[in-house]
Nanobody
Framework: QVQLVESGGGLVQAGDSLRLSCAASGRTFSSYEMGWFRQAPGKEREFVAGIGGSGRSKYYADSVKGRFTISRDNAKNTVPLQMNSLKPEDTAVYYC?????????????WGQGTQVTVSS
């Protein structure tokens, strides 16, 4: 069982940066693929970024590639998401996810979400 708690959301202006963090419980944290998804109003939840158990493999949605950076600290059981050059279209509720499969199939466990709002 893995419990996930996100933090770091807020209201920023276009071009600003924001750092989200996901704190995970559980002794088998490093065995899980970890990632971030987001859901904008009226849209389906979409994959944003993912990272393998060791932290060596990272992958991103095309819409955030070059602007967002995912990392993980297996000693602290955390998964930060650094978001730079934010755009109004990045506005969404951001969810931390954990699973045994990578990418959009990473859906075994979810956090409660944190709101990110980017004003133009």
């Amino acid at each position: 069982q893995v419990q996930l708690v996100e933090s770091g959301g807020g209201l920023v202006q276009a071009g600003d940066s924001l750092r989200l963090s996901c704190a995970a419980s559980g002794r088998t944290f490093s065995s899980y693929e970890m990632g971030w998804f987001r859901q904008a109003p009226g849209k389906e939840r979409e994959f944003v970024a993912g990272i393998g158990g060791s932290g060596r493999s990272k992958y991103y949605a095309d819409s955030v590639k070059g602007r967002f950076t995912i990392s993980r600290d297996n000693a602290k059981n955390t998964v930060p998401l650094q978001m730079n050059s934010l755009k109004p279209e990045d506005t969404a509720v951001y969810y931390c996810a954990a699973g045994k499969l990578p990418g959009k199939y990473m859906n075994d466990y979810w956090g409660q979400g944190t709101q990110v709002t980017v004003s133009s």
